[in-house]
């Protein structure tokens, strides 16, 4: 893509939907609009095949668990590893299509990938929060609560999960893009001082001081 072609607007669409910050960009995109691989900078051709061939085998691999799931559509490991590929392809809507049914079959999370699925899903929302309020639209409030609702789900409900506190400071971090900033404020602090995970506490707490900062000047 050449962000300098200014009578192409797919350009701008494609920079905006992958979130392409970096110039000179080649994208790996399935016919659906899948986000399949990146590259960003300029690639000799020894530097750019085994990029193309690391993106012809996940594509591969993902249209086998596909193929799969037409045999097995009630498999909840497979349905959800399908809904974090298509996260991980910035394909929303279809990944709450297959995380639904992984919820649904795996209630006692005995896949071990629910609660991540769970932590992914808010990210995805949560960062529509923060799109969608800086183009000032009124879809900002629905994936706020969605986004809300995924990360109090891990919190509530597998508090013994690696996903227990990285939601916690997704939650807090979301309720501070919204402008919660009491929320977050709360959320950040008790996070501080109780997580196990060093890199989780010392994140919490840098996020704390920027959250106050914006408290204060608003």
Do not use: C, W
């Not at 399935?30 to 900078?41: C, N, T, V």
């Not at 709450?96 to 609660?115: G, Y």
């Not at 950040?188 to 001082?193: D, F, G, N, P, R």
């Amino acid at each position: 893509m050449n962000p300098e072609d200014k009578e192409r607007p797919i350009n701008e669409e494609t920079r905006s939907r992958y979130g392409v910050t970096a110039y000179p960009a080649v994208l790996f995109v399935s016919p659906d609009g899948g986000l399949i691989q990146r590259a960003s900078g300029f690639l000799t051709p020894d530097q750019f095949s085994p990029i193309m061939e690391d993106a012809l085998k996940k594509e591969a691999e993902f249209q086998e668990k596909l193929e799969k799931l037409k045999a097995k559509s009630d498999d909840a490991k497979l349905n959800a590893q399908v809904a974090l590929t298509y996260l991980e392809r910035m394909q929303l809507e279809e990944a709450v299509l297959f995380s639904e049914k992984a919820f649904a079959h795996d209630p006692k999370n005995r896949t071990k990938l629910i609660p991540n699925l769970h932590t992914q899903l808010g990210l995805a929302y949560g960062a529509l929060v923060e799109q969608a309020m800086l183009e000032n639209t009124e879809e900002a409030e629905t994936h706020f609560e969605k986004a809300v609702s995924h990360f109090k789900t891990v919190i509530d409900t597998y508090p013994k999960s690696e996903a227990y506190e990285p939601a916690q400071y997704y939650l807090g971090v979301t309720f501070a893009i919204k402008g919660n900033y009491e929320d977050a404020i709360a959320t950040l602090e008790k996070l501080s001082h109780h997580a196990k995970d060093k890199n989780i506490r010392q994140n919490a707490e840098a996020m704390l001081e920027r959250v106050k900062d914006l408290a204060s000047s608003h």
